[in-house]
């Protein structure tokens, strides 16, 4: 069955950290995106949740765009929006 939260999810990874590699200055728009992306309803606060836990999405290597290195770099760059989403964000 496809997940089509974690196939956004890895396509995003893919377009911003290798198609886009050469040009870093859009990182510190990535929590912005994916804030907004969550709020149109294309993530769940479960999905959002078990993808940041130190468990990490069940089954998430059998997906076929998934990488390791590009999904934790990715969940650095928007560590704001992971703790915005789960409601930790204690400035607001």
């Not at 929006?81 to 964000?89: M, P, R, S, T």
């Amino acid at each position: 069955m496809l997940n089509t939260e974690l196939e956004t999810l890895l396509n995003l990874q893919f377009l911003f950290l290798e198609t886009h590699k050469d040009n870093p200055n859009y990182k510190k728009f990535l929590p912005t995106i994916m804030m907004k992306l969550f709020e149109a309803g294309f993530f769940s606060e479960q999905f959002v949740r078990e993808w940041a836990s130190s468990e990490g999405l069940k089954d998430i290597d059998k997906a076929f765009m998934y990488n390791q290195e590009r999904d934790e770099e990715f969940k650095a760059i928007v560590a704001d929006f992971i703790e915005w989403a789960n409601g930790e964000d204690s400035d607001e």
